[in-house]
Protein backbone atom coordinates (compact mmCIF):
# COMPACT_ATOMS: atom_id res chain seq x y z
CA UNK A 1 0.00 0.00 0.00
CA UNK A 2 1.12 3.11 -1.05
CA UNK A 3 1.66 6.50 1.67
CA UNK A 4 -0.28 9.28 0.43
CA UNK A 5 1.89 12.18 -0.62
CA UNK A 6 1.17 15.19 1.92
CA UNK A 7 3.92 17.35 -0.44
CA UNK A 8 1.86 20.16 -2.35
CA UNK A 9 2.74 19.74 -5.85
CA UNK A 10 6.19 20.89 -7.11
CA UNK A 11 5.99 24.68 -8.29
CA UNK A 12 2.62 25.19 -5.61
CA UNK A 13 2.38 26.36 -2.42
CA UNK A 14 0.52 27.00 0.48
CA UNK A 15 -0.16 30.54 1.61
CA UNK A 16 -0.70 30.64 5.55
CA UNK A 17 -1.93 33.69 6.85
CA UNK A 18 0.92 36.03 7.37
CA UNK A 19 1.83 35.72 3.49
CA UNK A 20 -2.05 35.27 2.54
CA UNK A 21 -2.32 39.50 3.77
CA UNK A 22 0.08 40.38 1.65
CA UNK A 23 -1.89 38.94 -1.13
CA UNK A 24 -4.72 40.11 -0.07
CA UNK A 25 -3.12 43.76 0.32
CA UNK A 26 -1.92 43.79 -3.29
CA UNK A 27 -5.68 42.78 -4.48
CA UNK A 28 -7.36 45.45 -2.19
CA UNK A 29 -4.73 48.35 -3.97
CA UNK A 30 -5.57 46.82 -7.44
CA UNK A 31 -9.45 47.14 -6.67
CA UNK A 32 -8.74 50.31 -5.53
CA UNK A 33 -6.87 52.11 -8.03
CA UNK A 34 -8.59 50.22 -11.04
CA UNK A 35 -11.26 51.96 -10.15
CA UNK A 36 -10.19 55.39 -10.23
CA UNK A 37 -9.80 54.41 -13.65
CA UNK A 38 -13.47 53.14 -14.18
CA UNK A 39 -12.31 49.37 -14.41
CA UNK A 40 -14.65 46.96 -12.60
CA UNK A 41 -13.82 43.22 -11.54
CA UNK A 42 -14.84 39.97 -13.39
CA UNK A 43 -14.25 36.66 -12.21
CA UNK A 44 -13.99 34.21 -14.62
CA UNK A 45 -13.27 30.25 -14.46
CA UNK A 46 -9.81 28.96 -13.84
CA UNK A 47 -10.23 26.20 -16.16
CA UNK A 48 -11.57 26.50 -20.36
CA UNK A 49 -11.91 24.62 -23.13
CA UNK A 50 -8.47 24.74 -24.87
CA UNK A 51 -9.10 25.48 -27.94
CA UNK A 52 -9.70 29.17 -26.26
CA UNK A 53 -6.49 29.45 -25.21
CA UNK A 54 -4.92 27.97 -28.59
CA UNK A 55 -6.97 30.62 -30.82
CA UNK A 56 -5.85 33.36 -28.38
CA UNK A 57 -2.04 32.75 -28.07
CA UNK A 58 -1.15 31.05 -31.44
CA UNK A 59 -0.79 27.30 -31.75
CA UNK A 60 3.40 28.20 -31.96
CA UNK A 61 3.61 29.67 -28.64
CA UNK A 62 5.22 28.03 -26.00
CA UNK A 63 2.83 28.73 -23.78
CA UNK A 64 0.68 26.56 -25.85
CA UNK A 65 3.08 24.20 -26.90
CA UNK A 66 4.81 23.55 -23.37
CA UNK A 67 3.49 25.06 -20.46
CA UNK A 68 -0.41 24.05 -20.12
CA UNK A 69 -2.17 21.91 -17.38
CA UNK A 70 -4.20 20.10 -20.03
CA UNK A 71 -6.96 17.39 -18.83
CA UNK A 72 -9.76 15.74 -20.75
CA UNK A 73 -13.13 15.65 -18.82
CA UNK A 74 -15.73 12.93 -18.39
CA UNK A 75 -16.89 13.58 -22.03
CA UNK A 76 -13.65 13.90 -23.71
CA UNK A 77 -13.67 17.32 -24.01
CA UNK A 78 -10.21 18.84 -23.77
CA UNK A 79 -9.82 21.24 -21.12
CA UNK A 80 -6.65 23.42 -19.84
CA UNK A 81 -6.14 25.16 -16.38
CA UNK A 82 -5.69 28.88 -17.70
CA UNK A 83 -2.33 30.03 -18.14
CA UNK A 84 -3.41 33.76 -18.38
CA UNK A 85 -6.50 35.92 -18.09
CA UNK A 86 -6.65 37.63 -21.32
CA UNK A 87 -8.14 34.88 -23.02
CA UNK A 88 -10.62 33.93 -20.36
CA UNK A 89 -12.29 37.57 -20.42
CA UNK A 90 -12.58 37.49 -24.11
CA UNK A 91 -14.17 34.57 -23.77
CA UNK A 92 -16.38 35.99 -21.76
CA UNK A 93 -17.05 38.98 -23.63
CA UNK A 94 -18.03 36.91 -27.14
CA UNK A 95 -20.18 34.34 -24.66
CA UNK A 96 -22.50 36.79 -23.79
CA UNK A 97 -21.87 38.64 -26.73
CA UNK A 98 -21.11 41.77 -24.96
CA UNK A 99 -18.99 43.21 -28.03
CA UNK A 100 -21.81 44.75 -29.04
CA UNK A 101 -22.14 47.15 -26.09
CA UNK A 102 -18.26 47.93 -25.73
CA UNK A 103 -16.28 49.69 -24.77
CA UNK A 104 -15.25 48.02 -21.42
CA UNK A 105 -13.20 48.14 -19.05
CA UNK A 106 -12.08 44.92 -16.98
CA UNK A 107 -10.13 44.01 -13.96
CA UNK A 108 -9.08 40.45 -13.19
CA UNK A 109 -7.47 38.94 -10.44
CA UNK A 110 -6.88 35.10 -9.34
CA UNK A 111 -4.46 31.79 -10.14
CA UNK A 112 -3.18 31.19 -12.88
CA UNK A 113 -1.00 27.73 -14.03
CA UNK A 114 1.91 27.29 -16.36
CA UNK A 115 3.62 23.79 -16.68
CA UNK A 116 7.34 24.69 -16.53
CA UNK A 117 10.36 24.37 -14.77
CA UNK A 118 10.03 25.83 -11.36
CA UNK A 119 12.92 28.15 -10.40
CA UNK A 120 13.10 31.16 -8.37
CA UNK A 121 10.78 33.57 -8.82
CA UNK A 122 8.39 31.32 -11.09
CA UNK A 123 5.88 28.95 -10.00
CA UNK A 124 3.47 26.59 -11.96
CA UNK A 125 0.66 27.95 -9.54
CA UNK A 126 1.06 32.11 -9.86
CA UNK A 127 -1.11 34.61 -8.86
CA UNK A 128 -2.02 37.72 -11.35
CA UNK A 129 -3.86 40.97 -12.04
CA UNK A 130 -4.42 42.74 -14.98
CA UNK A 131 -7.05 45.32 -16.68
CA UNK A 132 -8.75 44.56 -20.24
CA UNK A 133 -9.72 47.84 -22.15
CA UNK A 134 -11.94 46.65 -24.67
CA UNK A 135 -13.82 47.92 -27.83
CA UNK A 136 -11.54 51.19 -27.91
CA UNK A 137 -8.82 51.24 -30.81
CA UNK A 138 -7.30 54.45 -28.92
CA UNK A 139 -3.55 54.95 -28.00
CA UNK A 140 -4.90 56.76 -24.94
CA UNK A 141 -6.48 53.53 -24.27
CA UNK A 142 -3.02 52.15 -23.40
CA UNK A 143 -1.72 55.34 -22.08
CA UNK A 144 -4.32 54.97 -19.48
CA UNK A 145 -3.37 51.56 -18.51
CA UNK A 146 0.11 52.51 -18.37
CA UNK A 147 -0.44 55.21 -16.07
CA UNK A 148 -2.82 52.63 -14.09
CA UNK A 149 -0.20 50.29 -13.97
CA UNK A 150 2.53 53.11 -12.50
CA UNK A 151 -0.05 54.52 -10.18
CA UNK A 152 -0.71 50.87 -9.12
CA UNK A 153 3.06 49.60 -8.50
CA UNK A 154 3.56 53.63 -6.99
CA UNK A 155 0.87 52.38 -4.05
CA UNK A 156 3.05 49.25 -3.52
CA UNK A 157 6.20 51.35 -3.51
CA UNK A 158 7.53 49.29 -5.62
CA UNK A 159 7.66 51.68 -9.16
CA UNK A 160 11.24 52.27 -8.20
CA UNK A 161 12.57 48.70 -9.08
CA UNK A 162 10.53 48.94 -12.14
CA UNK A 163 11.40 49.61 -15.64
CA UNK A 164 8.77 50.31 -18.45
CA UNK A 165 9.53 49.23 -21.94
CA UNK A 166 6.96 49.66 -24.99
CA UNK A 167 6.57 47.36 -27.47
CA UNK A 168 4.06 46.77 -30.34
CA UNK A 169 2.96 43.94 -32.63
CA UNK A 170 2.43 46.31 -35.57
CA UNK A 171 -0.65 46.66 -37.88
CA UNK A 172 -1.60 43.67 -39.78
CA UNK A 173 0.61 44.35 -42.79
CA UNK A 174 3.05 44.78 -41.00
CA UNK A 175 3.07 41.38 -38.79
CA UNK A 176 2.32 39.79 -42.64
CA UNK A 177 5.68 40.95 -43.68
CA UNK A 178 7.58 40.75 -40.70
CA UNK A 179 6.28 36.83 -40.73
CA UNK A 180 7.47 36.16 -44.38
CA UNK A 181 10.76 37.65 -43.76
CA UNK A 182 10.94 35.82 -41.07
CA UNK A 183 10.31 32.42 -42.68
CA UNK A 184 12.72 33.10 -45.42
CA UNK A 185 15.70 33.85 -42.96
CA UNK A 186 14.81 30.50 -40.55
CA UNK A 187 14.52 28.66 -43.95
CA UNK A 188 18.18 29.55 -44.72
CA UNK A 189 19.27 27.62 -41.33
CA UNK A 190 16.68 24.96 -41.60
CA UNK A 191 19.70 22.34 -41.32
CA UNK A 192 20.63 24.23 -37.88
CA UNK A 193 17.47 24.29 -35.89
CA UNK A 194 16.19 21.60 -33.40
CA UNK A 195 13.37 19.62 -33.78
CA UNK A 196 10.81 22.36 -31.50
CA UNK A 197 11.79 24.84 -34.04
CA UNK A 198 11.28 23.14 -37.28
CA UNK A 199 7.82 22.30 -35.69
CA UNK A 200 6.97 25.85 -35.08
CA UNK A 201 8.51 26.57 -38.74
CA UNK A 202 6.27 24.24 -40.23
CA UNK A 203 3.36 26.07 -38.40
CA UNK A 204 4.08 29.81 -39.12
CA UNK A 205 4.55 28.38 -42.53
CA UNK A 206 1.11 26.76 -42.92
CA UNK A 207 -0.57 29.44 -41.33
CA UNK A 208 0.88 32.20 -43.66
CA UNK A 209 -0.52 30.27 -46.43
CA UNK A 210 -3.79 30.53 -44.56
CA UNK A 211 -3.65 34.23 -44.43
CA UNK A 212 -2.31 34.39 -47.69
CA UNK A 213 -5.66 32.33 -49.34
CA UNK A 214 -7.59 34.32 -47.50
CA UNK A 215 -6.42 37.26 -48.81
CA UNK A 216 -6.27 36.01 -52.45
CA UNK A 217 -10.52 35.10 -52.06
CA UNK A 218 -11.27 38.61 -50.81
CA UNK A 219 -9.40 40.15 -54.04
Excluded at 73 to 96: C, K, N
Aim: aromatic share 10%; with cysteine; charged share 30%.
Amino acid sequence: MTMMKIKPFRGTHDLFPEERLKHLNVEQYARFITSLYGFKEIATPIFEYLDVFVHTLGDTSDVVNKEMFTFNDRHDDMLALRPEGTAGVMRAVLSHKLQHTAPHKYLYIGPMFRYERPQAGRTRQFHQVGVEHIGEANPLSDAEIIACGHRFLESLKIDGDVTLEINTLGDTDSRNKYREALISFLEKYKNDLSEDSLKRLEKIRYAFLILKIRRIKKL
